[in-house]
């Protein structure tokens, strides 16, 4: 009966140094033989993943593993490379904290990208809508039938071509709508077609789900509509802004000038307001967050991204000019891309890809384009953009580069 007693207690024994070996082993703990000595040490995890998958993963420049894979590292501070043939290498500095898990999530853009036409009618003045899925434009190289003005819905599957993607929603037989300036309604069913004549300018409303056989003239009533949308705009930042905790609402309103939020709406792209020292909002600090530095002194005019889950303030640009008037409602040389983990930036004539921590500044174009006319597709695929690839006798036309 006590040989039973005493199997059954090491048993047990043995079950609970197991489980708790399991648990030290769950949580990154590894035996350590250093100096012959056996020691338990703690290690942090590491998971690297890339789109596209089966990229290397290269550690303080050492061919370590794969992506689409979780290692353990002892605590400290690294630098994480990730590669793959025919796409732009991908790096960052990362900082590996015991029982911590930690990613690196690498947005791989191919060194050669396709570049392909949209438009081959000649597009101008091209606008995007608040959901950032169609972009309204304007056609006036060709006859009164085919000028006029014209939606890509970026949402939309092309049967042949992305030429195909486009339907015109008004020709120029009623009035010059090709010299049309273009905005969208909060909602982007509608469009103001405001165009330009020898004493004053004629607007008239347009429906954009088809063709516009009558359009409605409303230039007489036209800052009443403008009132309207402007209210329907303010209503919708108020009801982002309302959602925000107490605390962090008194920030974004006394110390933001919010450009964007980002399409999950957990992210803003705001310009300084004025020059402030941002509160800690999450006490405790979170643990498993961004590792990149941070800023909480901000700088009247710099450019910042704020990450409402994680209560991290980064830096992105230091200024831009005429950054008081950035918006979601016209062309922006910096904006969110669909993912919202990466913005748009486009300054000395390229087109770069950045991680919204300021990280990882990629440039996926540097030829001619013009102005901010930049735009991403709605799944992140593609980035269209104007341009007349550098012939000045030739018409501007909307082109997209191939992100996958």
């Known amino acids: ?3 039973q007693i005493i199997i059954s207690a090491l048993i047990l024994l043995f079950l609970i140094i197991a489980t708790m070996l399991v648990i030290f082993y769950g949580k990154g703990y590894r035996f350590n033989f250093g100096k012959g000595v056996p020691n ?13 998958d089966g990229a290397q993963v290269l550690i303080n420049g050492h061919l370590t593993t794969a992506t689409a894979n979780t290692i353990n590292l002892a605590p400290g501070t690294y ?3 990730i590669v793959k043939e025919g796409y732009l290498p991908w790096e960052k500095t990362l900082i590996i904290k015991n029982e911590v898990v930690t990613k690196a999530d690498a947005l791989l853009f191919p060194t050669a990208p396709k570049l392909e036409s949209i438009t081959n009618l000649g597009a101008q003045n091209p606008v995007l809508d608040i959901s950032r899925t169609k972009i ?4 006036a190289s060709q006859s009164a039938a085919k000028n006029g003005i014209y939606i890509l819905d970026t949402t939309a599957r092309p049967i042949l071509t992305l030429q195909s993607s486009s339907s015109q929603v008004i020709n120029d037989t009623i009035n010059t709508f090709s010299k049309a300036i273009l905005q969208w309604s909060p909602d982007g069913s509608e469009l103001l077609a405001n165009i330009p004549e020898t004493i004053s300018t004629t607007t008239y409303l347009l429906r954009t789900n088809g063709y516009n056989q009558s359009p409605q003239d409303v230039t007489e009533t036209r800052e009443s509509v403008n009132a309207a949308w402007n209210k329907q705009k303010i209503d919708i930042e108020k009801s982002l802004i309302d959602g925000l905790q107490k605390s962090l609402k008194t920030i974004v309103l006394s110390d933001f000038k919010i450009i964007n939020w980002s399409a999950d709406e957990t992210k803003i792209l705001y310009v300084a307001s004025q020059s402030a020292e941002l509160p800690t909002i999450i006490i405790p600090r979170l643990i498993g967050t961004d590792s990149n530095s941070e800023v909480k002194n901000i700088q009247k005019g710099t450019i910042y991204v704020y990450d409402i889950k994680e209560d991290r303030n980064y830096k992105i640009i230091d200024s831009l000019q005429n950054s008081d008037n950035l918006n979601i409602y016209s062309p922006s ?4 891309f669909p993912d919202s983990k990466h913005l748009i930036y486009t ?3 390229k087109i770069d890809i950045m991680e919204y921590d300021g990280a990882n500044q990629t440039t996926i174009y540097a030829g001619p384009f013009v102005d901010s006319y930049i735009f991403p597709w709605s799944d992140g695929s593609r980035i269209v953009f104007l341009t007349d690839l550098g012939n000045s006798n030739a018409a501007t036309n909307l082109y997209t580069i191939d992100l996958k």
């Not at 309204?136 to 056609?139: F, G, I, P, R, S």
Request: hydrophobic letters at 40%; proline letters at 7%.
């Open 1 to 3: 009966m006590r040989k």
């Open 40 to 52: 338990l040490s703690g290690t942090g995890l590491l998971v690297a993943t890339s789109s596209p």
């Open 79 to 81: 630098n994480v490379k």
């Open 136 to 139: 309204a434009y304007t056609v």
């Open 333 to 336: 040389p910096i904006m969110w």
């Open 347 to 349: 300054h000395n004539k």
